[in-house]
Structure formats: C-alpha cells, structure tokens
C-alpha cells in the first residue's frame, strides 16, 4: 500500500517520524504548510495523514464524520480503540485521542478504492492554500498571520451514495469563511464525482487564529514564499 512508507506499525500501534510525516504532506497532499518541516520547533502529524491510515485499517464507509482533537508530534504511538463498529479512535497509550470516527452505512476494505479515495481527498485537502484561501481571505479583507500562519484541521464529512465505485475524483463546490475578530474559520464542500455522477458529497472544516486586517502586500510575500518552499523541495 501506498502509506506504508509514511508510518511504523508494531503490535497494533502506530507511531510517525517528523521525516515520513513531512513527506507524506508535501508528496502526497501538496501541503507546504511550515508546521509539517521535520525541523519546525512546532512539528506536527497531519491530520490527512491520521485519517489516511485509520481509513486503511477500518475500511471506508458511506457515511463518515471525522474530528481532529488534538495535535501529534513524532514518536508518539497511537492505537485503534473500537468503541463500536461505528464508533472508531485513534488514542494514545495514555488514552488521549487524537482523531475520532463516526460511521453509518456500508463499509468496504477495497483496497484499490481506499487508496484512490484517500490520495483524491489528500491531494484536494492539502492544495488549500493558496488557491482557495487567499481568494476566500481577500473577499473577507481578513488575513492570517503571515509571520505565524496557523490554520488547524478541525473536522472533516464524508457521504457516499453508493460504494461500488472505482475512481472516484473531488472537486470544490462551495467555500466560506466566517471571521469574528482574531479567529474564524473556513468550511469547504466538495464533491466525489465518477463517469460524470456525483457519487459522494463531503465537508471540511478548519479553524483560523491570530486574524488580521487584509494586506495585499504581506498575502503576496507569503505566497511567494509558499512556491519558493514548494520549488525548493521539488528540486531535491
């Protein structure tokens, strides 16, 4: 499987390293936030990348709704504790939990499936910023902190219609941002589409501090450093 290269599996329990997690986000999601460098004092494991591997072990279901408590640094082992079939965590040894699944519905552990779902969603979650982002942060006149920017994974739905799909691709529908003074938060909707038929529907939700008045300046600088990033490990 695709994600075997991006975490550590030992006696059920799941633990990541700042490189494999690092990887995983720029490789796979295109996600070049600072927080996800293997060398930032604030590391931690990207949400896609706890729900990626939950997906691959529990298999995916048509309906799904998925929150993220907490953030995890490298190192960290995490466990599935089952609750019920349709109540799913990812916790560590303390019990603490990090990710929590809800589920309704059918379930399938096609593996080709999974993998295609997982790395369509990934690769549409990741590529957030800047071309959604900047133009939802523009129409709002509200910016992130550009010398801390600081976006945080808050939740995340998922509903298919059907499972008996194959390649099923996402696309946005709709995204708004909702500011009230330093914090706010982002929801987008997208779509699963196969042989031009909506077959799914989702929702994610981030959540934003540390707000400021827009500045087209300090947004231009920061993209600009975003693509020197981007190009930069490209280049490797």
């Known amino acids: 499987m695709f994600l075997d290269s991006y975490f ?51 298999g995916l279901s048509q309906k799904m709704r998925v929150e993220f408590a907490g953030m995890i640094t490298d190192g960290v082992a995490l466990a599935i504790n089952t609750k019920s079939s349709s109540d799913l965590s990812l916790v560590d040894e303390k019990g603490k939990e990090y990710l929590h699944v809800l589920r309704e519905g059918e379930i399938t552990h096609n593996t080709s499936l999974i993998e295609t ?23 709002k006149q509200v910016m992130i902190n550009p010398a801390r920017p600081l976006v945080i994974y808050e939740s995340m739905e998922l509903e298919f219609s059907r499972l008996d799909l194959e390649a099923p691709t996402v696309e946005l529908t709709d995204s708004i ?11 987008l909707a997208f779509s699963f589409t196969e042989h031009g038929e909506v077959v799914g529907e989702g929702r994610k939700r981030m959540l934003m501090s540390g707000l400021k008045p827009y500045c087209q300046n300090d947004i231009d600088d920061l993209v600009a450093r975003f693509n020197a990033r981007k190009e930069a490990y490209q280049a490797e």
């Open 177 to 187: 941002l909702e500011s009230d003074g330093k914090r706010g938060s982002v929801t």
């Open 117 to 139: 779902v997982t790395k369509n969603y990934v690769q549409f979650s990741g590529k957030n910023f800047p071309h959604i982002m900047v133009p939802l942060m523009e129409s």
């Open 8 to 58: 550590a599996e030992h006696n059920g329990a799941y633990t990541f390293t700042r490189e494999q997690a690092s990887h995983f986000a720029k490789k796979v999601a295109g996600d070049f936030n600072p927080i996800h460098d293997a060398d930032n004092k604030r590391f931690c494991v990207p949400g896609d990348l706890l729900f990626s591997v939950m997906l691959a072990k529990t």
